[in-house]
């Protein structure tokens, strides 16, 4: 009588079971089958890393028991589906049992071949199998669909990844993993249907994804990834929402690869709805004991403003503040939306209620292996023991991501040790905050430029910023480094020391300059969108090299080098980032800087910055508007240094570098007042957007006047109006938003003026 069950595995790269032999048994007279087995003895063979009283535990046979071939077909199953073995065979030999096993080989070592666009180091992170691990075939492809998910996020939805093994000696092998990375898919093009209020142009703007352009080999965000496509559905219900369309819907997104399967085209389906204004505003109380009157002078809505979720939120936060500040603990601030479709408005009312007696237990933080605790604990405005402010645990969340030093940070209430407390969890992952960046410049009043910079923005995990930079153009040399504390004695007060050296050697100037400065400073809010900034600076300045025929230049090179020191201030408004108007900002800046502290210098400059910018036709066009001035009153009997004086480089488009104020002879020498409006429209025109290209309109005016020392009128110091307009292209290009400005002045003085029609220059908004 004899008995085999066996099984195969074929194939080098995955191993495949081939299933159960065969059964026989037979007797010499004739075809009798054996129903049952005895075994006295069991003997394994082939194991080598397993022991044998493991594999007869998976095989669960004793001696001298009686089994069915049933049974015996179970035990090698078990033994079969461990995962140590390739082959197992169960040969009955009279009454002794043999099972012989193959067993799976072990990981030798793990190569990737055709990666290109992934690191090693990165593929590697993704594998899971392990050398010097038993080999499992259901791991490898697990760790090969991995790989390819990396490669389909980068917009290669083509990559495929084999995994196969190379047999060594020693039953070892060595796993392979083979790439064949494909070409990028591309969206070809981005689409919209139903969009009536904003064009695609405008629509497109607002999107992760972009359409493919003719900068596509550097710019990654034109591939089809589809978790930035699912990205962009939120942040365009966000966008529409932000303006007041309560009823915006995304009706689908069709994703459709071309003919040639390399590319995407992308078409949103949106239903856009009607644009709601927000009505009558205002608060009731459901509580004896506080008075909604007492709330009133909280709200902030303006006049008509369009709805937006974020008014609502920033009314509710100012509502839930003020109880706070009256003692009044959990008070929450619930809006009542009323909709009014005749006229297209939602009357809101606040209505004060109890929230529920809930206290924050603790705050537990995980993830942070650099930054310190306090640093995040600090973006929490309540600890343990207050009370619990839903509204606020999210806007600390936000405050946490805003950092800008964790890839990931989740913040999540759960319930404490009893039910009327909770414990506040903070689970982040850290991300790089140091870089070295290096780059190039060109501009017509500068030159070729190199800078090079190096900047950690949570130094020591300690939440501070440090940063070296170094400068060069055509004309000067500057070193600077700057180190900022955002918390200083854990309070919201910032505090920050700069310093730098430079020197300058311009075409456009009959002197060259030599300089140094450090600067402490503290600053921390006034208002909910006001800050001052309180500074004290030390240093030294230089007129070197005047040009022969200037007087006034000679007498401030004759001076020598001069000690400054001098304390300021700067009063900031800025409601660009928490303003009610998502297309609207106002930024307003005063500073003042008293000189003769101590040092060589007296006098006291004053300048003002005003900056406003709105969106019109359905934001298509951006308009901004500017406004700039500055004083220098000396305080002694002295005239003002041409260091001091303000110059008109960069004052007015149209005019060269010091291209126009008092001048004596040929040599500009500033002035100590001046004044100075910009304003420009920037439109598209009408090219794909995907070129980055777009226009501009504007026209500038503004003086430089004021001396003290006119020379008994040789020296044309009065005000005298300088204005001038112009077009721009702008081209966000790879290396840098770019401004080509074509000008055309207006009034200047003929006699000693220097304009121009063309400037390149870096693009930058206020």
């Given amino acids: 009588m004899g008995l085999l069950l066996g099984v195969c595995r074929a194939g080098t790269g995955t191993m495949k079971r081939a299933g159960l032999a065969a059964v026989t048994a037979g007797f010499m007279s004739g075809a009798v089958y054996a129903q049952s087995f005895t075994f006295d003895n069991v003997e394994i063979e082939g194991n080598a890393r397993v022991e044998a009283a493991t594999i007869l535990s998976f095989a669960g046979i004793s001696r001298g028991e009686t089994i069915s071939a049933g049974q015996l077909n179970d035990a090698f199953q078990r033994v079969l589906s461990s995962g140590l073995f390739e082959d197992v065979v169960l040969t009955p030999r009279g009454s002794t049992l043999v099972i012989e096993v193959a067993e799976v080989p072990t990981i030798n070592q793990i190569n990737v071949e055709g990666n290109r666009r992934l690191k090693d180091e990165v593929v590697q992170s993704l594998i899971a199998s392990q050398p010097r691990r038993v080999y499992s075939p259901s791991v490898a492809e697990q760790d090969a669909e991995l790989i390819a998910q990396a490669y389909a996020e980068q917009g290669r939805l083509a990559a495929t990844v084999k995994p196969s093994i190379i047999r060594r000696s020693d039953n070892r092998v060595d796993l392979v993993f083979e790439v064949t990375e494909g070409r990028v898919v591309e969206v070809e093009r981005l689409s919209f249907t139903g969009n009536r209020a904003y064009s695609d142009r405008r629509l497109r703007r607002v999107l992760q994804t972009k359409q493919a352009g003719i900068?596509?080999?550097?710019?990654?965000?034109?591939?089809?990834?589809?978790?930035?496509?699912?990205?962009?559905?939120?942040?365009?219900?966000?966008?529409?929402?932000?303006?007041?369309?309560?009823?915006?819907?995304?009706?689908?997104?069709?994703?459709?690869?071309?003919?040639?399967?390399?590319?995407?085209?992308?078409?949103?389906?949106?239903?856009?709805?009607?644009?709601?204004?927000?009505?009558?505003?205002?608060?009731?109380?459901?509580?004896?004991?506080?008075?909604?009157?007492?709330?009133?002078?909280?709200?902030?809505?303006?006049?008509?403003?369009?709805?937006?979720?974020?008014?609502?939120?920033?009314?509710?936060?100012?509502?839930?503040?003020?109880?706070?500040?009256l003692g009044l603990n959990f008070v929450r601030a619930d809006p009542r939306v009323t909709r009014n479709d005749r006229d297209l408005t939602l009357d809101v009312t606040f209505e004060l209620t109890r929230g529920d007696r809930i206290f924050v237990e603790r705050i537990d933080i995980e993830g942070n292996s650099t930054t310190l605790d306090r640093v995040i604990r600090r973006q929490f405005k309540v600890v343990e023991g207050d009370p619990f402010n839903p509204r606020e645990i999210r806007n600390s969340a936000e405050r946490i991501r805003a950092l800008g030093y964790f890839g990931n940070a989740g913040v999540q209430a759960r319930e404490g040790s009893s039910p009327n407390q909770v414990v506040i969890d903070v689970d982040v992952e850290e991300q790089p905050t140091g870089s070295?960046?290096?780059?190039?410049?060109?501009?017509?009043?500068?030159?070729?430029?190199?800078?090079?910079?190096?900047?950690?923005?949570?130094?020591?995990?300690?939440?501070?910023?440090?940063?070296?930079?170094?400068?060069?153009?055509?004309?000067?040399?500057?070193?600077?480094?700057?180190?900022?504390?955002?918390?200083?004695?854990?309070?919201?007060?910032?505090?920050g020391l700069s310093g730098s050296y430079g020197t300058t050697d311009s075409d456009f100037?009959?002197?060259?300059?030599?300089?140094?400065?450090?600067?402490?400073?503290?600053?921390?809010?006034?208002?909910?969108?006001?800050?001052?900034?309180?500074r004290y600076s030390l240093g030294f300045e230089e007129v070197l090299d005047v040009a022969v025929g200037s007087q006034l230049l000679s007498d401030d090179e004759g001076a020598g080098r001069q000690t400054v020191s001098s304390v300021g201030y700067t009063y900031s408004f800025d409601t660009r980032t928490t303003g009610l108007n998502p297309d609207a900002g106002l930024i307003f800046r005063f500073s003042q800087d008293l000189a003769g502290v101590g040092g060589d210098k007296e006098y006291l400059r004053s300048s003002f910055f005003a900056g406003a910018t709105t969106k019109v036709l359905s934001d298509e066009v951006t308009l901004r508007a500017v406004l700039e001035g500055g004083a220098l009153n000396s305080l002694n009997d002295t005239n003002s240094?041409?260091?001091?004086?303000?110059?008109?480089?960069?004052?007015?488009?149209?005019?060269?570098?010091?291209?126009?104020?008092?001048?004596?002879?040929?040599?500009?020498?500033?002035?100590?007042?001046?004044?100075?409006?910009?304003?420009?429209?920037?439109?598209?025109?009408?090219?794909?957007?995907?070129?980055?290209?777009?226009?501009?309109?504007?026209?500038?005016?503004?003086?430089?006047?004021?001396?003290?020392?006119?020379?008994?009128?040789?020296?044309?110091?009065?005000?005298?109006?300088?204005?001038?307009?112009?077009?721009?292209?702008?081209?966000?290009?790879a290396i840098g938003p770019l401004r080509f400005n074509f000008s055309k002045p207006l009034k200047f003085e003929k006699n000693f003026d220097k304009t121009e029609t063309f400037d390149l220059s870096v693009s930058t908004s206020f």
């Avoid at 060259?512 to 600053?523: D, F, G, K, V, Y």
């Avoid at 009408?686 to 006047?705: F, K, M, N, Q, R």
């Fill in 215 to 325: 900068f596509r080999q550097v710019v990654s965000r034109d591939t089809f990834i589809e978790d930035r496509v699912n990205f962009d559905r939120q942040v365009l219900s966000d966008f529409y929402a932000s303006r007041g369309y309560v009823d915006f819907n995304i009706q689908g997104v069709s994703s459709e690869l071309t003919r040639e399967r390399d590319a995407f085209l992308i078409t949103f389906d949106v239903e856009e709805g009607q644009q709601f204004r927000l009505g009558e505003v205002n608060v009731v109380s459901l509580l004896d004991d506080v008075d909604a009157a007492a709330f009133e002078d909280a709200l902030k809505v303006g006049r008509s403003p369009v709805y937006s979720p974020n008014l609502i939120d920033i009314n509710i936060a100012r509502l839930e503040r003020r109880a706070l500040e």
């Fill in 436 to 495: 070295l960046s290096f780059g190039a410049s060109f501009g017509t009043a500068n030159g070729f430029g190199l800078t090079a910079e190096l900047r950690e923005r949570n130094f020591l995990g300690r939440g501070q910023s440090v940063s070296l930079g170094f400068n060069t153009t055509d004309g000067s040399q500057s070193l600077s480094f700057s180190f900022n504390e955002p918390a200083f004695l854990d309070r919201e007060l910032g505090f």
């Fill in 509 to 534: 100037a009959a002197y060259n300059t030599e300089s140094a400065r450090l600067s402490p400073s503290i600053n921390f809010p006034v208002s909910e969108n006001g800050r001052l900034s309180l």
């Fill in 641 to 733: 240094s041409v260091t001091d004086r303000f110059a008109s480089s960069g004052r007015l488009r149209g005019f060269e570098p010091n291209g126009f104020g008092p001048r004596e002879g040929d040599f500009a020498v500033g002035g100590n007042y001046y004044a100075v409006m910009r304003l420009e429209a920037d439109f598209p025109i009408g090219l794909p957007e995907e070129y980055g290209i777009s226009g501009g309109v504007y026209l500038d005016a503004g003086s430089v006047w004021g001396l003290d020392d006119d020379l008994s009128g040789a020296i044309d110091d009065s005000f005298s109006l300088r204005s001038a307009i112009g077009v721009s292209i702008f081209w966000n290009t």
